[in-house]
């Protein structure tokens, strides 16, 4: 039981390159989340998905898109990177429901130059 | 906006049991209490987390004041590996669907030899 995998765990871009940030869970869970966070600050959620077919925007969603592919596998994709978008992105997934928790990923370290 | 208030630090002996508290003067009656923390740049991991009772799970112990304005997590014999920056975060409860962690910049506890 792997729980929240994420590919790749460190990657390099430049400015204007497009990328793909890959999450997986096997815990049958429902919904998922992608969030970043930036030196120093707590993590800011920038899409979630309920379940399955929807997804919703979070606090930070400009510079990203989010494709819900099944109910394992939540992408994050960046069309034109930006330095901004320098920061390390979490995935998470949770069951709703009473006492909902959310279990992260290990985390994408992304360096855009 | 994160509805909690932590001090940004705190310093802890080996052995010892932590106090970590959390003002949440703004509760409203139906939102949990949630703790979170995250050891070095990993993934946040759940800890604990209460809506009116104190709780006790094997991880700590989270006292909630009878007005529900603050609460406590409590380590009763703190370690090196428990030095992380610790999240408190208020949830609001709602069946199905997605619920939103809204994460403040934490408070950092350092475990000392």
């Known amino acids: 039981n792997a729980g929240v995998t994420q590919t790749p765990k460190f990657q390099v871009l430049k400015t204007g390159q497009s990328m793909t940030l890959q999450c997986a869970q096997d815990m049958n869970h429902n919904s998922m989340y992608w969030y970043r966070q930036d030196p120093g600050m707590g993590l800011r959620l920038i899409y979630y998905s309920a379940s399955e077919g929807t997804t919703d925007k979070g606090e930070v969603p400009n510079g990203y898109n989010v494709s819900r592919l099944n109910k394992r596998e939540f992408s994050l994709r960046l069309e034109s990177a930006a330095p901004s978008q320098t920061s390390v992105y979490f995935c998470?997934?949770?069951?709703?429901?009473?006492?909902?928790?959310?279990?992260f990923g290990p985390g994408t370290r992304l360096l855009v130059l | 906006d994160a509805k909690t208030t932590q001090p940004p630090s705190m310093d802890c002996a080996e052995g010892r049991a932590a106090n970590l508290p959390c003002n949440h003067s703004?509760?409203?009656?139906?939102?949990?209490v949630y703790w979170y923390r995250q050891i070095h740049s990993q993934g946040p991991q759940y800890i604990i987390h209460g809506l009116k009772n104190n709780e006790t799970n094997e991880m700590a112990s989270l006292i909630i004041t009878e007005d529900r304005k603050s609460s406590t997590l409590i380590l009763p014999h703190a370690t090196l590996r428990d030095t992380a920056v610790y999240y408190c975060?208020?949830?609001?409860?709602?069946?199905?669907?997605?619920?939103?962690?809204?994460f403040g910049k934490g408070m950092k506890l350092t475990v000392n030899p």
């Open positions: 975060i208020v949830r609001t409860f709602t069946q199905g669907g997605s619920e939103k962690l809204v």
């Open positions: 703004t509760i409203s009656g139906n939102e949990y």
């Open positions: 998470a997934s949770s069951e709703p429901g009473l006492g909902e928790t959310q279990y």
